[in-house]
């Protein structure tokens, strides 16, 4: 498959088009929506949050768009970095304990541990920094 390289609006919806196929295929692959991290040693869950923030921010870029297309092999082979307080007043972190630094290749995941389940849940999956397309 052939991901845009260019930032036209076209060239962007063409991402977010091949995400939103992805995370279809995806999803109907791993009907439980998670992945065992060797360095957690923990499963860390890929929700409709995860999803939505993949496709809010991934199609700017051809590198983040490429990074969604690993997202198994991100999930399992990323290695822990470091741990960082949620943000305090993000209603999107509110659900979090704490957030966890992941890297794999050029790729940063950050993770969030929930309060309630102390499960770990994909919070963002991030490409590489070059070439970011401008809003």
Request: a positive charge; aromatic letters at 12%; hydrophobic letters at 35%.
């Amino acid at each position: 498959m052939e991901i845009p390289r260019g930032y036209s609006r076209e060239d962007i919806k063409a991402r977010r088009q091949i995400i939103k196929d992805f995370y279809a295929s995806w999803i109907a692959q791993h009907p439980e929506k998670k992945v065992w991290n060797k360095s957690l040693k923990a499963y860390i869950l890929v929700r409709f949050d995860s999803v939505n923030e993949a496709l809010g921010h991934a199609p700017r870029s051809f590198e983040a768009t490429n990074a969604q297309l690993h997202l198994s092999e991100a999930l399992s082979d990323a290695i822990y970095v470091e741990e960082r307080p949620a943000k305090f007043g993000d209603k999107n972190q509110k659900k979090f304990s704490k957030m966890l630094l992941l890297r794999w290749k050029s790729c940063r995941l950050l993770v969030g541990k929930r309060k309630t389940s102390g499960e770990y849940e994909l919070y963002y999956l991030s490409g590489g920094q070059k070439n970011k397309a401008v809003r």
